[in-house]
């Protein structure tokens, strides 16, 4: 598969933009759950996984919502993020 153009089948193919954050504040289940809650309450995100152990999460998401975004949405539940 190739990202961005022709697959070979004649279908158009997109990457969809990933992004990585890093929340420190991520100490319990609870906290892994409500981050996960809010990612997935948010428009344009296709995926997301939370790593409780890593105090990371992973987003997969369209270009029509910007890691900026996604950081600004984290923070006003009361998690601060930052890109890694």
Known sequence: ?????????????????????????????????????????LPCVHQADVDLGAHTAWVSHSGMISPEDIVAKLEEAGYTAEFR
């Open 1 to 41: 598969m190739q990202a961005d153009g022709l697959n070979g089948h004649g279908i158009i193919t997109h990457t969809m933009p990933e992004t990585t954050l890093f929340i420190a504040a991520l100490q319990q289940q609870a906290d892994a759950d409500a981050v996960m809650f809010e990612l997935q309450d």
